[in-house]
């Protein structure tokens, strides 16, 4: 089976971007389902129903998402009752929300995980702990995992990847909006990138309007802060999996949104 993963979609100009590049994405990686991180769809801090809606209406299967995920109140129902939007697992178990989801693709079913980095992020677990846990889990209930690691600082990043490396099809990293160039297939068989990146404007600071990012490290003071919409790119990665539930391949997708 083959998965696209998208990452970070920031805003109104993620979201626009994302539906004109996605006739060229399913032509170019005839993916078999579409997993993409949502956390900054809604005005590019978290996520509502209307947002996860217009993901779900451009074909994307999956929505996983991060610290930002309760940015806005009126989507903790919405959260509860979504079986295809996924919040960090290792948040407090009374929180809105599930931690992972398992998706039919084809006659597979894909587990989708979602996990938040302890480093420099507010998380209840242990990410490393958490993933043991659902994983324990998820036994006889999925044929292959797909992790999006939701994390700040690269080592844990990567040593979540060591972690898993043998035990899951993805370990993608997520949060930064910076894609890393180390996608690989670990020799265990787990495809790992240490982050995606983002969908959203280049033309900003990691989705903010340059202007007013600067503006906020030369004075060090409070900015209004809007979200970038020119020169808008698709990051991701496209997965490869095998019938063992292990990576054959992943690719890195960095493109230009059609303008
Ligand atoms: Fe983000
Ligand atoms: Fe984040």
Redesign the pocket.
């Known amino acids: 089976m083959r998965i696209l993963f998208i990452g970070?979609i920031v805003g109104r100009p993620g979201r626009a971007g994302l539906a004109a590049a996605m006739p060229e994405l399913r032509e170019r990686y005839s993916p078999d389902l579409v997993v993409a991180?949502g956390?900054?769809t809604a005005g590019g801090l978290g996520i509502t129903e209307k947002t996860a809606r217009q993901l779900f209406e451009l074909g994307v299967g999956v929505i996983t998402t991060?610290?930002?995920v309760y940015r806005h109140r009126d989507a903790y129902d919405f959260l509860d009752r979504a079986d295809r939007v996924i919040r960090p697992a290792n948040y407090r178990a009374g929180n809105p929300g599930r931690g992972h989801t398992v998706v039919p693709v084809g006659d597979r079913r894909l587990g989708v995980v979602n996990l938040s980095g302890s480093v420099q992020?507010q998380a209840a677990r242990s990410p490393f702990v958490e993933a043991d846990a659902v994983l324990h889990s998820l036994a006889g209930e999925a044929d292959a995992v797909l992790v999006d690691f939701?994390a700040?600082v690269t080592s844990e990043k990567v040593a979540m990847g060591w972690h898993l490396d043998g035990r899951v099809a993805a370990c993608l990293g997520?949060?930064?909006?910076v894609p890393t160039a180390d996608a690989r297939v670990l020799p265990g068989g787990t495809a790992f990138i240490t982050d995606v990146g983002m969908t959203g404007s280049r033309a900003g600071v990691i989705g903010v309007r340059r202007e007013q990012a600067l503006e906020a490290f030369r004075t060090q003071m409070p900015v209004k802060f809007e979200t970038a919409d020119e020169d808008v790119w698709i990051n991701g990665v496209a997965v490869t999996i095998r019938d063992d539930g292990l990576a054959e391949s992943i690719e890195q997708v960095l493109m230009a949104a059609p303008a």
């Open positions: 970070d991180n956390e900054n991060g610290n930002h992020l939701h700040e997520t949060h930064t909006h």
